[in-house]
């Protein structure tokens, strides 16, 4: 048992200390109580130290991404809060590669989960794409206003104007780069909780603690 709880705990470095303690605690009380004595027994009953930190993980990085809603503390940055459902996501695919599946269905799954990456993946470099795409045409053009401005003046201005026209177009669409690149964050946050959910499976111990 003990070199169960310490592989465990070797696999949950991303908690506080007041969370790995008491993660720790609990499952070491619970194998305790329960007479798994032996390795082997403790992976009978909790699966490996490594599919149980996964799990734990997951579920206190969605906890984590719930606390402010739930508790009132202050909102993170729209940064730091994508930067964290990122993480989450991360987190939930490894938790649910992680759980038992037949064949059939961790093939149904694998293949949503990449399609969920995949398709957020996408849109992301789409986006990024355009917006450089109008960053680098409106500074070229502009550039090339400013070289035949010599030759001609009034040929140079439209040049200079449709540059200047484009780059504004690129700086007001960050904004909303911003904002699309948060959507198909929260949107593969919210598919990957969402199955998760349906296949997670609770033991015994996850039972209790979850009523703690």
């Not at 790995?20 to 609990?26: R, T």
């Not at 009978?44 to 969605?62: F, M, N, T």
């Not at 991404?65 to 987190?91: C, F, H, N, Y």
């Not at 961790?106 to 995949?118: D, E, K, M, R, S």
Request: aromatic fraction near 10%.
């Amino acid at each position: 048992m003990d070199k169960y709880i310490e592989e465990f705990k070797g696999y949950l470095n991303q908690l506080s200390d007041a969370e790995l303690e008491e993660v720790v605690s609990f499952y070491s009380e619970y194998l305790a109580d329960g007479g798994f004595e032996s390795y082997e027994d403790s992976v009978e009953e909790l699966g490996s130290p490594r599919q149980l930190a996964r799990k734990v993980l997951a579920d206190y990085s969605i906890r984590l991404l719930d606390a402010p809603e739930k508790e009132g503390q202050t909102m993170r940055s729209r940064a730091a809060q994508s930067k964290t459902q990122v993480k989450t996501i991360w987190l939930i695919v490894l938790a649910i590669l992680s759980t038992p599946l037949t064949i059939p269905l961790a093939i149904g799954v694998l293949a949503t989960l990449f399609g969920l990456l995949v398709g957020a993946a996408a849109i992301v470099f789409a986006l990024v794409v355009t917006i450089l795409s109008l960053a680098v045409a409106g500074i070229f053009v502009f550039g090339v206003g400013v070289g035949i401005m010599a030759q001609s003046m009034s040929t140079g201005l439209v040049y200079v104007g449709a540059g200047l026209c484009v780059i504004g177009l690129f700086v007001a669409l960050i904004p909303a780069f911003k904002w699309l690149i948060s959507g198909a964050i929260h949107v593969t946050l919210s598919a990957s909780r969402w199955l998760y959910g349906k296949l997670k499976s609770k033991n015994q111990a996850e039972k209790e603690r979850g009523h703690k």
